[in-house]
């Protein structure tokens, strides 16, 4: 069974920093986009960026230039650093690994707070 770990999570305050990992198996890591969206209440899911195989990147316009995301295949882990967070970052995100040939799969979630 497919699992995506997620870590990194929890409270900061305006401003603050967190870096979000998750991590996988070598055989989904090798051939899967993966990415990080995350759902606030009461609001739908949203992309909040992802990175292809290739390394290329893709961000929603709401954290550009805050927040990246990078992949370390020897760890088969992809990382969302979080900088400059804002209280509207409040959600909890979801890893997920994405495929045009294959399933999706998805993290379990996990919170980050923003909030002084």
């Given at each position: 069974q497919v699992q995506l770990v997620?870590?990194?999570g929890g409270l900061v305050q305006p401003g603050g920093s967190l870096r979000l990992s998750c991590a996988t198996s070598a055989s989904i890591f090798s051939i899967y986009n993966m990415g990080w969206h995350r759902q606030a209440p009461g609001k739908q899911r949203e992309l909040v960026a992802r990175i292809f195989n290739g390394?290329?990147?893709?961000y929603?316009?709401?954290v550009?230039?805050?927040f990246t995301i990078s992949r370390d295949n020897a760890k088969n882990t992809v990382y969302l650093q979080m900088n400059s967070l804002k209280p509207e970052d409040t959600a909890v995100y979801y890893c997920n690994a994405a495929s045009p040939m294959y399933?999706?799969?998805w993290?379990?979630?996990?919170?980050?707070?923003?909030s002084s």
């Open positions: 997620e870590s990194g390394y290329m990147t893709d929603a316009d709401s550009k230039g805050r399933p999706d799969y993290g379990q979630g996990i919170q980050v707070t923003v």
